[in-house]
Antibody
């Protein structure tokens, strides 16, 4: 059974930093690209960032480019999102999402974590 | 960037109804479209990929169609468990983008 478990969320002041983790199990982590998708309170889904299966290529939404960094450790089956210079508009539930294997940049998401809340407020 | 627009934003329906949700893209995306279902407080769930392929385990009353720029999600004989918000997502090109969502409410 595929499981994705996010951690590391919480309350942070504007301008602060936070690192999210996503522990994966139940599939061959090193064979799947991974992504982060967020959802602001009462709003729709927004794709944030993605990383290829090897970690060799990363992709970002314009709204987070230069502030967020996605990475992965295939030896630990874990995905990360380092979030710096946080703003109030980054407040959202952040979901870790798995991309089906062999997707070749055709990224949709077949499994999602339960989500973790990040609140940016003073 | 490719913008995705869903209609309607809200839909009121009764159990047993046939429901259709439309998703339009601002550029041709071939059949690179997915549909998700989300219930309050829960993660999205994949229903359909490649416009019309049903994800394993998803009931057959869900179906998807379309290609190019216009797509539909149809739910035959709406069930109580189907009241939720539905999102389309294009994955033809980066950045991958979602529609704004369609909430299916009980009439």
């Amino acid at each position: 059974e595929v499981q994705l478990l996010e951690s590391g969320g919480g309350l942070v002041q504007p301008g602060g930093s936070l690192r999210l983790s996503c522990a994966a199990s139940g599939f061959t982590f090193s064979s799947s690209a991974m992504s982060w998708v967020r959802q602001a309170p009462g709003k729709g889904l927004e794709w944030v960032s993605a990383i290829t299966s090897s970690g060799g290529s990363t992709y970002y939404a314009d709204s987070v480019k230069g502030r967020f960094t996605i990475s992965r450790d295939n030896s630990k089956n874990t995905l990360y999102l380092q979030m710096n210079s946080l703003r109030a508009e980054d407040t959202a539930v952040y979901y870790c999402a798995k991309v089906p294997p062999l997707s070749h940049l055709k990224y949709y998401f077949d499994y999602w974590g339960q989500g973790i809340l990040v609140t940016v407020s003073s | 960037d490719i913008q995705m627009t869903q209609s309607p934003s809200t839909l009121s329906a009764s159990v047993g109804d046939r429901v259709t949700i439309t998703c339009r893209a601002t550029q041709i995306i071939s059949s690179w479209l997915a549909w998700y279902q989300q219930k309050p407080g829960k993660a999205p769930k994949l229903l359909i990929y490649k416009a019309s392929s049903l994800e394993s385990g998803v009931p057959s009353r869900f179906s998807g169609s379309g290609s190019g720029t216009e797509f539909t999600l149809t739910i035959r004989r709406l069930q109580p468990d189907d009241f939720a918000t539905y999102y389309c997502q294009q994955y033809n090109s980066y950045p991958w983008t979602f529609g704004q969502g369609t909430k299916v409410e009980i009439k």
